[in-house]
């Protein structure tokens, strides 16, 4: 079956995230066959960095964004917000996670990423390997998006990498990178975005497109 380039440019553009969950259940199947769609993104060396966690049981869920508000509430103290401010904060940030139908946790590992012996190169291949994850994510909503599943790539795991790891189970080795709600009937709208000719240049920074 042959697609039209404009309907597929069309429905790329119409993608957008589910700030608020919807209340629909998403099966496992679901995510697995996004999941299937998600691993065919390019990747630096082919290393496929990625590594991902499918929670879908209400306790395991619970207790991630549980410890993970715990952590967060430390941090917003820090910046010399009210306890009340926090309180209101951590509330709606806790039931909106709750409401998803599944979060998935996506990863990192260096395992197979290149090795190098200076500090220099080291960091460029890590910036490589988030590169490929972030490639990864965003088929992954893509294919959520085409089954008509809400979704919102959230990178609250970046704050709390230690919490996350301990409640998963994760190998040292995995570093958290995002957690992506899951959710059928979310409710989204579109930001607005820059003009092309604001983000884009012709040969040389400063000549329009």
């Known amino acids: 079956m042959v697609i039209e380039p404009q309907k597929i440019l069309s429905f ?17 199947d679901e995510v697995i066959k996004a999941l299937e769609v998600a691993t065919s993104a390019p990747s630096a060396h082919n290393a496929q960095p990625w590594r991902f966690v499918i929670v879908k049981d209400p306790k395991v869920k619970e207790e991630l964004i549980e410890e993970m508000a715990a952590l967060w509430r430390e941090d917003l103290r820090k910046d010399g917000l009210d306890e009340g401010t ?9 039931e909106r996670s709750m409401k998803a139908s599944v979060i998935i946790v996506v990863c990192l590992t260096m395992e197979d ?14 910036i490589m390997a988030v590169q490929s ?30 919490v996350v790891k301990k409640v998963l189970r994760l190998p040292d080795s995995f570093e958290p990178q995002a957690i992506v709600e899951v959710s059928r009937g979310g409710s989204s709208s ?8 604001e983000v ?6 400063g000549n329009p497109i």
């Not at 926090?86 to 806790?94: D, L, N, V, Y």
């Not at 579109?190 to 000719?197: C, D, I, M, N, T």
């Not at 884009?200 to 920074?205: I, K, R």
């Open 12 to 28: 790329i553009s119409s993608r957008a995230s589910a700030k608020i969950p919807g209340d629909g259940e998403v099966s496992l």
């Open 86 to 94: 926090i309180e209101e904060i951590i509330r709606a940030s806790t």
């Open 113 to 126: 990423m290149h090795k190098y012996p200076d500090d220099r190169r080291k960091a460029c291949e890590h």
């Open 133 to 162: 994850v972030a490639a990864a994510i965003e088929n992954l909503l893509l294919a959520l998006h085409a089954m008509d599943i809400s979704a919102c790539w959230r990178s609250s795991a970046l704050f709390a990498p230690e």
């Open 190 to 197: 579109k930001p607005p975005r820059k003009p092309l000719g």
């Open 200 to 205: 884009a240049c012709l040969n040389f920074w």
